[in-house]
């Protein structure tokens, strides 16, 4: 069974533009979650989706969004990108995202450089 | 909010022991996990524990789980280089949908 795939894997973008990074979650999953990983912050939780719905959001700002699509698939897009926008974007898959154990399969992730 | 805690850095010669430690304060945290990163890659689940279990051992890794300290270790017998990567604690309560990360720690092998 194939795991998650994340594409790009590198990406260079410059201060002011969009980004749209995508996610394929392991066949069967439902459940959809993004992190960002920096030296200094270490792994913060973006969002998580499930069934094509947002169902938890951390404190990032609004220039911060995604969707899912039908087949479980899912984007981030980061607008108006700045400098400490530059980190390592996570995308994990689970299978039902219930709330009991439930063990989150992780991509390789999305090295975002911001110029 | 909830929090979790673990040193940045640890650093062992091949073939000793290693002890990773993490702290947790959500009381109501009842799924416990370890996840491993190696250069370049996503993180990977390497055990978990529930919150009614003291100890789990799986091979060379042994996790304790000290729930009235909320304290959380990972031991890994005879560390090898393959070892080398950072090493996640992360807890989740029994009605939340994602887990608390720690920050993470190097784990440093040298011959």
């Known amino acids: 069974k194939a795991g998650v795939t994340q594409t790009p894997r590198y990406l260079i973008k410059t201060r002011g533009q969009q980004v749209t990074l995508s996610c394929s979650p392991i066949?069967?999953?439902?459940?959809v979650s993004w992190y960002q990983q920096t030296p200094g912050q270490g792994l913060q939780f973006l969002f998580e989706?499930?069934?094509?719905?947002?169902?938890n959001k951390g404190n990032f700002p609004g220039r911060f969004s995604g969707r899912q699509f039908s087949n479980s698939r899912s984007e981030m897009n980061v607008s108006t990108l700045e400098l400490g926008d530059s980190a390592l974007y996570l995308c994990?898959?689970?299978?039902?995202?219930?709330?009991?154990?439930?063990?989150?399969?992780f991509g390789p992730g999305t090295r975002l450089t911001v110029l | 909010g909830e929090d979790v805690e673990q040193s940045l850095f640890l650093s062992v010669r091949e073939g000793d022991s290693s002890v990773i430690n993490c702290t947790y304060t959500?009381?109501?945290?009842?799924?416990l996990y370890w996840y491993k990163q190696e250069p370049g890659a996503g993180l990977q689940l390497l055990t978990y524990i529930f919150s009614n279990m003291d100890m789990k051992q799986d091979q060379r890794l042994t996790v304790l789980l000290n729930k009235k300290d909320k304290h959380l270790s990972l031991r890994i017998a005879d560390t090898q280089t393959g070892d080398s990567a950072i090493y996640f604690c992360?807890?989740?309560?029994?009605?939340?949908?994602?887990?608390?990360f720690g920050r993470g720690t190097s784990l440093i092998v040298h011959p």
């Open positions: 066949s069967g999953h439902r459940s």
């Open positions: 992360a807890e989740k309560a029994g009605g939340s949908y994602i887990p608390t």
């Open positions: 989706y499930f069934s094509e719905t947002q169902r």
């Open positions: 994990a898959s689970s299978r039902s995202g219930d709330s009991s154990y439930n063990e989150q399969f």
């Open positions: 959500d009381s109501s945290s009842t799924y």
